[in-house]
Structures are given as structure tokens and as C-alpha cells.
């Protein structure tokens, strides 16, 4: 479980987040949704210790993750994975080095054990035959599969998602979701992800924050989504032609 | 006041590059991998440039020295002692940090760009200290050898325009290159080199890494880089030789 509480980041004369707080429970898909600039990006970005906040706690199962010193932030590091936007895999490496890159840093495995592992996580995310291709020649639903599968290769605790689906059409986009649920129930993961793609938080969001200009308007799950009554929610969810009709529907 | 937050934020990059290594075991593999990348990869390009600027050395050295009192085996000393104090040094890492500097700041940039560099961070590995304390000693160890080998090719041009236009026969060339040879130049000459590898590597890698925003930004760390590093080269040349031969 990750706890935020009131983290505040500014740059210059601009606020970013404003008392951000946040409860992300253990086993469940938390998802921080918000408009392009909310400062979604930036929260999960502060929550993983890549920019440092200017007050506020954050805890990983009830351990600071702010107060203490780089190499206890390591160590609490090595319990995190990360899917980045643009999946943020390794150029000049091949499929297999990228996955087998933190198993050869921190796991103290052989290399017949990294590369069972190696073979394991990619077909945990449905890739077989790819071990020798570079990122490159792989397609962007294909490279995020990967990320995802170099996010679980240390069987974290912890998974942190940057718009997992962006730039991927519906039913690539469905197929991460529903991976990325699937691996969380698997294996216990607090698992939190930035999105602002509805279908997704329809699909998979147990537990949702609602950001807008840095600061936290709504919490909840999706089956209160839709009808939360409150105005700024509604006027992101609402935005689009389709789910005006889907309100009028309701 | 640019200047000094720069210099600060290089500083500051420095420490994290030097403190808080990885295991050594993560160092070796990649220093090998970018001693073939950035050194061994140069060695074409240097020769081709040493063998002609030794040529052109020899040439104009020849032109200065048209006089019958003067010998003709001052050609080759004269051509010797400009290669191994300056051409050879000074010059090639010039040419290095067009080639190799801006290789590493757009190679660390576009990681950056793409969050391959966050990637690192979010593992808990120190992305400064592994991504580029392996290519500061990799070029440190290999620039010497470079060096070595661009003033023995200077010095193969230079015999070669020597003799095929006619100024200076092969004996004379010779005996100019072995007259009065004094080691300690070739000990300035390498330890130059050295320093100018670390220049080359750090700013360099400085620039790339800390790039902010996309593909455009690349280009201009990239440039930045070498312009940077090619300003220091020449005062740090003009400091080192005021120090180590006046």
C-alpha cells in the first residue's frame, strides 16, 4: 500500500501539485486520471522519488520514502516497476538484455536462471520469439508488453504505469489493461497508473483520484464514477459527445 | 551568473558520477564495450587524418626552412617535435571532440528524452555514474594509444611528402626524427591527452544528460557539448603547457 499525504511541488512561481494526497491499496488498480497538465505525470514522477518534493510524506507499506537517506531510497526502488509512456526500454539492447537488465544488477541469479526468468515474464505478457529483436523493430503495443514485462522481471511490489495505453489503438489498449489487471491480482501488486483514457478507467479502475491543477478533487471507484456529482469530474468525464449521451442515457 | 550554474550544476554531476558507484562487476564489461565504441571505432578516421596533417606538417615546415645553411634533417625533427607537442595531441583531440562528444551527449540525450534515464533511476541504479563514469575511463585509457598511434602515422605522412616531392630524402628525414628525442615531450604529450579525454567524456556527457525536452534539444546539447569541450581544450592546452614546458 502507498500513502501520499499533502505533497506539495512547485517550479518557480508554478504550482504543480497543492496537497496532493492519495491512498493506493495493495492487490488493486489505482489510477490517477486527470487532464494533459494536471500534474498526474508529476505525482507518480514524485511518488517515485525522480523529482523531490517540496512538503509532504510518502510511505510504501508505512516506510518514508522522503526522509531517508539514497541508499534506503535503492533499496525501496528495487521493489518498484515501472511502465513509462513510451515504454523507455533500452535502444541498444535486445528484448532479452532489456528484461534480463535488473535481474543482472540486483538478483544475484546465473544466467540460466535470469534467462528462465527472462522467457517466463515474456510469456506472462504474451511474447514468444521476440528474445533477439531490438525495440525497434517491434511495435508500440509489442515494446509496451515488454516494458511491462522488465517491470515484473524483479517481482515487484509495487507498479507504476505512465500512460500505458497512449499512442495504442482500442483493442491494443484493452489487451495492456487487461494485462495489467491480471498481473496485479496475480501477484498482490499496489499497482498505480496515470491514465486519461476512459475506457480504461471504466475497465480496470477499482480505485480512482481525480487531479486537477496539482490538487486531488475526487476519489472513488467506477461504479460511483459516473455519477459522483462532482462538477469538476463531470466536466472531464463529460467532455466528449459520446459521454454526454451515455449521462443522458443515465 | 549562467556561467556559474552551469559550472555548479557540472560539479554536482561530477560527485554523482564518482560517489555512489555500482559493483565493479557492472563497470568492466561496459568499459570494454565503450573502449570498442568510442576508441576503437576512431582509429580509421585518425589515421587518415594523421598521415595527411603530417604531410602537410613536413610541407610547410620544409617551405620555412628553405635556406642552404640550415640542414635538411630539421624537417624531420621539426615535423617530429610539432606532432608529438601539438598537432598530435591538441589537434585529434579537437577532432575527437567533434566525433566522439557529440556520439556521447546525443547517445545520453535522446536517453533522456525517451526516460530511458529514469528508467535507470526508478531501478535505484545511479544512471550518472553507470551511463558514464565507464566512458570517462574508457576514452582517458584509450586517447593515449590514439595519440601514440596519430603521430607515428604523422610522422609515416610526413616521411611520404618528403619523399615524393623530393625535400627530404628518407636518410635525412630519419635522422631528423631520432635527433636529440627528448622523452618527457612525449610524457606532456600523452598526459595532455589524458586530461583532454576527461574533458571530452565529462562535458560532453555533462550536456547530453541533463537535456530537457525533445529531438530539437538533442541536437543542441549535442552542439553545445562540443563547442564547450573544444573552448576548454584550447585553455586547458594553453595551461598544461605553460605548467609542464615553460
Known amino acids: 500500500m502507498i500513502e501520499v499525504k499533502n505533497i506539495n511541488k512547485s517550479f518557480a512561481d508554478k504550482k504543480v501539485l497543492n496537497n496532493f494526497s492519495g491512498y493506493f491499496e495493495t492487490g488493486k488498480m489505482n489510477l490517477i486520471i486527470g ?10 514522477k514524485c511518488m517515485l522519488g525522480l523529482f523531490s518534493v517540496d512538503s509532504g510524506d510518502i510511505l510504501f507499506n508505512g516506510r518514508d520514502f522522503i526522509n531517508i537517506s539514497e541508499y534506503e531510497k535503492t533499496k525501496i526502488r528495487q521493489e518498484i516497476g515501472m511502465v513509462f509512456q513510451g515504454g523507455a526500454l533500452f535502444d541498444s539492447m535486445t528484448i532479452e538484455d532489456n528484461i534480463m537488465f535488473p535481474l543482472k544488477m540486483f538478483s544475484g541469479l546465473n544466467i540460466i ?64 489493461d ?32 481525480y487531479i486537477e491543477d496539482g490538487k486531488k478533487e475526487w476519489e472513488g471507484d467506477k461504479r460511483n464514477f459516473l455519477s459522483s456529482g462532482n462538477k469538476k469530474l463531470n466536466e472531464f468525464i463529460f467532455s466528449s459527445k459520446l459521454f454526454k449521451k451515455l449521462k443522458s442515457a443515465i | ?5 552551469t559550472t555548479g550544476r557540472y560539479i554536482l554531476f561530477l560527485k554523482n558520477v564518482f560517489f555512489r558507484l555500482e559493483s565493479r562487476r557492472v563497470y568492466f564489461p561496459k568499459i570494454i564495450q565503450e573502449i570498442h565504441e568510442l576508441g576503437m ?17 613536413t610541407l610547410q615546415v620544409a617551405y620555412n626552412l628553405e635556406n642552404p645553411l640550415l640542414p635538411t634533417y630539421l624537417i624531420g625533427l621539426s615535423s617530429r617535435d610539432s606532432l608529438v607537442l601539438e598537432f598530435s595531441p591538441t589537434m585529434i583531440s579537437l577532432v575527437l571532440a567533434g566525433k566522439i562528444g557529440s556520439n556521447i551527449a ?28 565507464p566512458k570517462i575511463i574508457a576514452v582517458m585509457f584509450i586517447n593515449p594509444f590514439l595519440i ?12 611520404l611528402a618528403g619523399n615524393i616531392t623530393g625535400i627530404c630524402p628518407t636518410e635525412d628525414f630519419l635522422v631528423g626524427v631520432q635527433y636529440e628525442f627528448i622523452p618527457f615531450n612525449l610524457a606532456y604529450s600523452l598526459l595532455k591527452t589524458i586530461i583532454f579525454g576527461f574533458i571530452i567524456t565529462s562535458v560532453c556527457a555533462f550536456f547530453g544528460y541533463t537535456t530537457k525536452g525533445g529531438a530539437l534539444e538533442v541536437g543542441q546539447s549535442s552542439t553545445k557539448g562540443v563547442v ?19
Open chain 2, 148 to 159: 601514440i598511434l596519430s603521430i607515428a602515422l604523422g610522422l609515416v605522412g610526413g616521411w
Open chain 1, 35 to 44: 487532464k494533459s497538465g494536471s500534474g498526474k505525470t508529476m505525482a507518480v
Open chain 1, 113 to 176: 536462471d535470469m534467462i528462465d526468468r527472462v522467457n517466463f515474464c515474456l510469456n506472462r505478457v504474451n511474447l514468444k520469439n521476440v528474445n533477439t529483436l531490438f525495440p525497434s523493430e517491434l511495435s508500440g503495443g509489442m515494446q509496451k508488453r515488454v516494458a511491462i514485462a522488465r517491470a515484473i522481471a524483479l517481482k515487484p511490489k509495487y507498479l507504476f504505469c505512465d500512460e500505458p495505453n497512449s499512442g495504442l489503438d482500442p483493442s491494443t489498449a484493452t489487451v495492456i
Open chain 2, 228 to 246: 564547450y569541450t573544444s573552448i576548454l581544450i584550447i585553455i586547458f592546452n594553453y595551461f598544461i603547457t605553460s605548467l609542464l614546458l615553460s
Open chain 2, 106 to 133: 546525443s547517445s545520453l540525450g535522446t536517453m533522456r528524452v525517451t526516460e530511458q534515464i529514469d528508467a535507470l533511476e526508478v531501478m535505484g541504479i545511479n544512471s550518472a555514474s553507470y551511463l558514464v563514469l
Open chain 2, 41 to 57: 571505432s576512431s582509429i580509421g578516421f585518425v589515421s587518415f587524418i594523421s598521415i595527411f596533417v603530417g604531410a602537410v606538417v
Open chain 1, 178 to 209: 487487461n494485462l495489467l489487471k491480471e498481473i496485479t491480482y496475480e501477484y498482490n501488486i499496489t499497482t498505480v497508473i496515470n491514465t486519461h483514457d476512459m475506457n480504461s478507467v471504466m475497465e480496470i479502475g477499482d480505485n480512482i483520484v
Open chain 2, 1 to 5: 551568473m549562467e556561467f556559474f550554474v
